[in-house]
């Protein structure tokens, strides 16, 4: 329904003030950044529009909020202003159109800007005398800031002595403005440590960071990690000399303040949109999160005459990025089933744009992620899409929650077959008991058909679950049954993909018994355990026939994996299978060893491969050993070289956070699985 100007200005204001509450004093922020910056120009716009609502004290007249009474008040003698925020190239056209309407035609063809990534952290004020720290202030309401000095001096994140190692004398009196921040690794740390003590998880690293630097003990802060960018010369006693941006971010770096090494200066407005999407395409790669740029006028003597607003420089103007966090409506929660059984819950989203895509479904991990976000249907929820990643539900708004909602109950029984779920002890995961479960087919019979297993032509995936539609295969053995004229004709099957396809299978049936029981995609059971197997037990009527301890006896095999074998062959409906397997003499017998490895297609030949964390069908080992025997290298680290990270259940943080920096591809099992395969990353 359509306001009138006046109380749309009204509601706007009192939603702003919440808000900017909850921000500034309780980091504890219920719309994203962006969000909040819209509603804050559509303010602006319709005081402009209407100057009879002028009010001096909207929050269009000042900068941020007020600091909280726990922390005492710094006056910052040189205010800190905040910026004007563009969201379009539209919109940044239209700023530049404004400057140059400010400026001479010679002045503004000469005008160079500085380019800075803006990072999304805590702005603060420090201030040297005689090159000690003396004072760090938080910006508050641009005026008035909140006394952090003795959380920032228990940091190594700003320097508390100036350096004089590049030449540079430190002046009597600096004063600096910078962003503290939190890194992507150590906020992954961090909730690591907080998961494992069964505590809430932090929401985002910027929060984090601006909740660290509030801590009454100095202590608590000094754990967290935090870091720092200098971005501006306040002020400084005696005359440096400096007549430039870049200039006084050089002195600074000489005195020892980290700068960010991405500034650079930029002449036309086309470089810098250029550079805009570069950094929106890439800012994954970074090891801490920015939610725009900024760009300033280098000059410091244009920048005196374009002047300022009473909370903003004319001189400088952030562009915001669209957000990788957005809030949006919790359907249902509701359960897959992969090929392993494992049942992960995932959330149905009322569909929302989240990094240029978007998304309608997003991982809950497992029941024990479920139950720490406490998200319930009908939740007000944030998710996030880092990169390649999954998009993820990272926590729910509890002002936004339904009176009625109930907690989610991990169903007992599965949705595709009603067999049981069970999660078993000690293990985080829950799994469907019926192997043969529907909701498996597809994907247990696509995996049988793969490279890594019996590696049959022209059946992926696709191929796979048209035959399992059609009812011309259920299960393994069905596949060899396979006739010329049950695929001829069939849409996209000719004469020679068919004969080609039935030569596959046919060859598939030499293929090794190791091979084999990798197809059969047994729990636990990946190439290098099948191996293991193979090796003490030649064929697989002999296995079927082994007795428990025969398996315990086996070195590199435990009582989980062996009990998972013996599970197995204990199912009347694998016993039938493999029976009639061996029947069609399908690859029941293991060749001399050295053989396996050497059939292997090299599709990694000269690709470095890095696996972290834990991988349902592979040992770390026997990962390693797939990458190897198909000619890649298994590294333990992530370098430059790196082709692809391969993780698992509970990855680490470091290697996530150096892939991301690095534009490392990241994967996880089941693409791992493709990468096998065809030595390429779909």
């Known amino acids: 329904m359509e ?25 504890a922020p219920e719309i994203s950044d962006y969000e909040y910056d819209l509603m804050m120009a559509r303010l602006k716009d319709l005081e402009a529009a ?70 999304d952290g805590l702005a603060i004020s420090v201030i040297y005398r005689h090159g000690l720290l003396v ?70 690293p910027r929060n984090c960071a601006a909740g660290s630097l509030r801590q009454k003990d100095p202590k608590v802060t000094a754990k967290r ?30 005195l020892g303040f980290p700068v960010n090494p991405h500034i650079r200066l930029i002449s036309s407005e086309i470089e810098i949109l250029n550079e805009i999407s570069r950094w929106e395409a890439n800012r994954q790669n970074l090891n801490y999160d920015i939610d725009g740029a900024v760009l300033k006028v280098d000059d410091l003597g244009i920048r005196e005459k374009l002047g300022h607003t009473a909370r903003a420089p004319r001189w400088a103007v952030a562009y915001k990025l669209a957000p990788e966090e957005r809030n949006t409506k919790l359907l249902a929660i509701e359960i897959s089933i992969g090929k392993s059984g494992r049942a992960t819950p995932f959330a149905v989203l009322e569909p929302v744009e989240v990094s240029g895509s978007t998304v309608s479904r997003a991982t809950l991990h497992n029941a024990d992620q479920v139950k720490l976000k406490g998200v319930r249907v009908g939740d007000t929820v944030v998710v996030r899409k880092a990169g390649d ?41 829950t799994y469907c008991v019926n192997f043969y479960c529907e909701g498996r087919i597809v994907q247990r019979l696509a995996h049988f058909c793969s ?49 080609s396809m039935l030569a596959s299978i046919e060859e598939a049936k030499g293929r090794s018994f190791s091979r084999l029981l990798v197809g ?43 009990s998972s074998v013996r599970e197995f062959f204990e199912n009347p409906k694998s016993s039938k299978i493999c029976s009639e397997l061996i029947e069609m003499g399908v690859a029941i017998n293991e060749p001399g060893e050295g053989l396996v490895a050497a059939e292997m297609e090299k599709t990694l030949a000269g690709k470095v491969i890095v696996i972290t964390g834990t991988l349902d069908g592979f040992t770390r080992e026997s ?60």
């Open 623 to 682: 990962a390693e050993q797939a990458v190897e025997s198909r000619g890649g290298k298994a590294s333990s680290s992530v370098s430059s070289r790196t082709f692809a990270l391969v993780a698992g259940v509970a990855p680490g943080a470091s290697k996530i956070s150096k892939a991301n920096e690095l534009g490392v591809p990241i994967i996880g099992e089941d693409q791992f699985l493709r990468l096998l395969d065809s030595g390429e990353i779909d």
């Open 389 to 429: 990643v999954i998009p993820e539900v990272l926590r729910f708004v509890p002002e936004l929650r339904p009176a009625d909602s109930v907690d989610w109950e991990f169903p007992k029984s599965c949705p595709l077959c009603g067999s049981a779920l069970e999660r078993r002890a000690g293990e985080s995961d």
């Open 3 to 27: 306001r009138a100007p006046e109380e749309e200005v009204a509601l706007l204001r009192a939603r702003i003030r919440h808000h900017s509450w909850l921000y500034y004093h309780l980091d």
């Open 135 to 204: 004072t760090a202030a938080t910006r508050g309401d641009g005026r008035v800031g909140e006394d952090v000095t003795a959380n920032i001096l228990a940091t190594s994140a700003v320097p508390r002595q100036l350096s004089t190692s590049g030449g540079e004398a430190p002046p009597d009196l600096l004063e600096v403005r910078g962003e503290v921040y939190m890194a992507k690794d150590v906020f992954e740390r961090l909730n690591r440590d907080q998961l494992k003590a069964g505590q809430p998880l932090f929401a985002n």
């Open 520 to 562: 059969l995609a047994i729990r636990h059971v990946g190439e290098e355990v099948a191996r293991l197997i193979a090796k003490r037990f030649k064929s697989l009527p002999e296995l079927m026939q082994a007795l428990p301890e025969d398996l315990d006896q086996i070195d590199g095999i435990g009582e989980k994996i062996s």
């Open 50 to 119: 209407h100057p009879e609502l002028y009010d001096a004290q909207s929050p269009t007249q000042g900068v941020g909020f007020a600091g909280l009474a726990s922390f005492s008040p710094v006056v910052h003698e040189v205010p800190m202003i905040s910026l004007d925020n563009v969201f379009s190239a539209e919109e940044l056209r239209s700023y530049f159109h404004r400057v140059e309407k400010s400026l001479s035609e010679e002045e503004y063809r000469k005008l160079r800007w500085a380019f800075e990534l803006k990072i």
């Open 225 to 254: 990690q935090l870091s720092f960018w200098a971005y501006q010369l306040a002020r400084a006693s005696g005359d440096p000399g400096i007549t430039s941006h870049m200039q006084s971010l050089k002195y600074l770096e000489n």
């Open 451 to 499: 490279r890594s297993a019996l590696d049959i032509e022209g059946l992926g995936e696709n191929t796979v679950a048209l035959f399992v539609d059609l009812k011309l295969i259920s299960d393994a053995p069905d596949i060899f049954r396979l006739q010329y004229n049950q695929l001829i004709g069939l849409e996209g099957f000719g004469e020679k993909s068919v004969t």
